[in-house]
């Protein structure tokens, strides 16, 4: 079974950057996981970030960027607001209509 | 608008039943594939189930397969999730989740429906 990893929890100081990333247990991120990010808010639907690697969805600010780091996938926040503090969810596709979530990091702006 | 919005969640028994829909508005519901996610209470999100636009392809994640089927009514701008022999460990807030970027990530979100298995 495919498992996606993800840091639990992430902390950074308002205005400060952070990056998250997300791993395969068993081999490599690549972009032909097409990897996808979503913020959540606790009580929210998932908001979509970022998807093929670096693409941002609309309305997203430039300040969210996607990225490929070695063999992972990662999501960039610079200049972290108040209103960032929320889970990320990594997503791979898989193909064949199969998609993969991360176990989610909970960022802290503190 | 364009939106989801879930219904059909509540509380079962263990071993019981229960269908869930996501009714579509504001785009062509029939050229989109879609999916259902869940989130177990505290806990993160878990892919469930796939269906492409013409219902010919359909996959479903391990611990649902064999369980629960999904599909969808185009006429009527609907997906479904039938879920057969429930267990605790199914309870969760069920999204339904559009696709796009030639089927690779999700664009559009319902707010979720609550499915709560308990006896």
């Known amino acids: 079974q495919t498992v996606v990893t993800q840091e639990p929890s992430v902390s950074v100081s308002p205005g400060g950057t952070v990056t998250l990333t997300c791993d395969l247990r068993?081999?490599?991120?690549?972009?032909?996981?097409?990897p996808s990010w979503y913020q959540q808010t606790p009580g929210q639907a998932p908001r979509t970030l970022i998807y093929?690697?670096?693409i941002r969805s609309s309305g997203v600010p430039d300040r969210f960027s996607g990225s490929m780091l070695g063999d992972k996938a990662a999501l960039t926040i610079a200049g972290a607001q108040a209103d960032d503090e929320s889970n990320y969810y990594c997503?791979?596709?898989?193909?064949?209509?199969?998609?993969?979530f991360g176990g989610g990091t909970k960022l802290t702006v503190l | 608008e364009v939106q989801l919005l879930e219904s059909g969640g509540g509380l079962v028994k263990p071993g019981g039943s229960l269908r869930l829909s996501c009714a579509a508005s504001?785009?062509?519901?029939?050229?989109?594939?879609m999916n259902w996610v869940r989130q177990a209470p505290g806990k993160g999100l878990e892919w469930v189930s796939s269906?492409?636009?013409?219902?010919?392809?359909?996959q479903y994640g391990h611990s649902v397969k064999g369980r629960f089927t999904i599909s969808r009514d185009n006429a009527r701008n609907l997906l479904f999730l039938q879920m057969n022999s429930l267990r605790a460990e199914d309870t969760a807030l069920y999204y339904c989740?559009?696709?796009?970027?030639?089927?690779?990530?999700?664009?559009?979100w319902g707010q979720g429906t609550m499915v709560a298995v308990s006896s």
């Open positions: 989740a559009r696709v796009m970027g030639k089927g690779t990530y999700f664009d559009l």
């Open positions: 068993s081999g490599s991120v690549s972009t032909t996981y097409y």
């Open positions: 504001g785009f062509t519901f029939s050229t989109y594939s």
């Open positions: 093929s690697t670096n």
């Open positions: 997503v791979l596709y898989m193909g064949s209509g199969i998609w993969v």
């Open positions: 269906i492409t636009s013409s219902s010919r392809d359909i």
